[in-house]
Nanobody, 117 residues
Framework: VQLQASGGGMVQTGGSLRLSCAGS????????MGWFRQAPGKEREFVGY????????YLSEAVKGRFTISRDSAKNTVYLQMNSLNPEDTAVYYC???????????WGQGTQVTVSS
């Protein structure tokens, strides 16, 4: 599955953004779909993922209660709704896919999110 993230931009503290990740090449229904982020000078950080077929989702403690993950299988797209953003959320956000819990993540291109105070 080839992935392309979009929807990033600049917002003020407390604002919202919705990121999209469009898949091409094959349906990602059987895949786990994840979101990661990397802030300047920091390692890539796991944000959350939607399990295959959208049966469940998981979010890291850093974003739980503010972010949600959803997927639209008809559009082969997964979303990351981000609310109550703060400057610590500033990063390049990447979507990724994997064929199973033991498989490595396959990355797509990222999208920049900048939150100003």
């Amino acid at each position: 599955v080839q992935l392309q993230a979009s929807g990033g931009g600049m917002v003020q503290t407390g604002g919202s953004l919705r990121l999209s990740c469009a898949g091409s090449g094959r349906s990602f229904i059987p895949y786990d779909m994840g979101w990661f982020r990397q802030a300047p000078g920091k390692e890539r950080e796991f944000v959350g993922y939607s399990a295959s077929r959208g049966l469940s989702s998981y979010l890291s403690e850093a974003v739980k209660g503010r972010f949600t993950i959803s997927r639209d299988s008809a559009k082969n797209t997964v979303y990351l709704q981000m609310n109550s953003l703060n400057p610590e959320d500033t990063a390049v956000y990447y979507c990724a896919s994997r064929s199973g819990a033991q498989a490595p993540w396959s990355w797509g291109q990222g999208t920049q999110v900048t939150v100003s105070s």
